[in-house]
């Protein structure tokens, strides 16, 4: 989860709050996976095994997620797919290369908010397009980053069907698109891994209403967001 609290920081520093376990997309107040640099079993719920394949089993329904190990390693195969007005983004177009910076980077995926009390988890879907992090700003380059949305629900107890919160931005000088009950997002499981769809009904103070609706998919080991190489278009 440091991926995301990392970017959490560098994209929406402004609108950050004080924490609560109302909305988490934007604070911090989720407990953190252990520190993953070493490459030696550690502990992972009831289990051990290497840090890359410590994830979460979200398939029991009207359970919270269960921390356990991945048999083989999924990261790969995560994906998320949005369709924008009639702009559609399909993380599966870039070539799974994963990447550990923040220039030029495909960020994508399911992030699992473990809540610090224990009572309740949340599911963030993400596709962002990321530039630049705001500390590596190319100035000759000044554009931050391309498509970049977020779908959220919580509490999540596995598989079922949800109503949870939506935001779009085209780029940082395009207008925001946000509402807090605007989407419908199913969720389904196999073999571990969630998999699942939105539709959203979204609106900017702006710019009027879009609609942004998807699919995603989530391995054990992949409940938080991959990084992969990406290459902007001009």
């Not at 559609?88 to 910076?101: F, K, L, M, Q």
Request: hydrophobic letters at 30%; glycine letters at 8%; a negative charge.
């Amino acid at each position: 989860m440091k991926t995301f609290a990392l970017l959490s920081l560098v994209l929406f520093g402004a609108c950050a709050t004080e924490p609560t376990d109302d909305f988490s997309p934007l604070d911090e107040h989720a407990v953190p996976n252990p520190d993953g640099k070493s490459d030696d079993a550690r502990a992972c719920g009831t289990e051990a095994c290497m840090p890359r394949l410590c994830g979460y089993d979200c398939s029991t329904r009207g359970e919270q997620c269960t921390e356990t190990c991945a048999d083989v390693e999924g990261r790969a195969n995560a994906f998320v797919k949005a369709t924008i007005g009639s702009v559609t983004v399909d993380s599966r177009d870039t070539p799974y290369v994963p990447v550990w910076d923040l220039d030029n980077v495909l960020v994508y995926g399911c992030e699992l908010w473990d809540f610090s009390n224990q009572e309740k988890d949340g599911l963030q879907i993400q596709l962002t397009q990321l530039r630049h992090s705001s500390f590596t700003v190319n100035p000759n380059d000044p554009r931050r980053h391309d498509h970049d949305l977020f779908v959220y629900v919580a509490p999540f107890t596995g598989p079922g069907s949800y109503r949870g919160e939506g935001m779009y931005h085209a780029n940082q000088t395009a207008p925001t698109y946000y509402a807090k009950d605007a989407c419908s997002v199913d969720v389904d499981a196999t073999n571990g891994a969630i998999h699942g769809t939105f539709d959203c009904r979204i609106s900017s103070q702006t710019s009027g209403a879009i609609d942004m609706r998807g699919e995603f998919g989530c391995p054990v080991d992949a409940m938080s967001p991959v990084f992969s190489r990406w290459t902007p278009s001009l």
